[in-house]
């Protein structure tokens, strides 16, 4: 189906990583990192996947403004 995440799994999301904890693009690191935190494995490999894709694009965003900034300063 689609790639549509309900508002606990997004609200959740945000607010562990407000609390600085180090997730990055991985998945599989970002599932360890939850680790028996979470109620449900479900729940866990949810808010794992979106927290990945939601560090995937930070970092593509940050690529495209340093290569907009390399072209002003050509």
Known sequence: MGK????LIKR???NLMKEDIDFSEDFGKN???LGKEMP?????NQIA?????????EK???KKIQESIEAVKK
């Open 31 to 33: 599932k360890k990192l």
């Open 40 to 44: 449900s494995k479900k729940v866990r």
């Open 4 to 7: 549509i995440k309900t508002r």
């Open 49 to 57: 996947g979106y927290v990945a894709r939601v560090k995937k694009r």
């Open 60 to 62: 593509q965003e940050e």
């Open 12 to 14: 959740t999301a945000e």
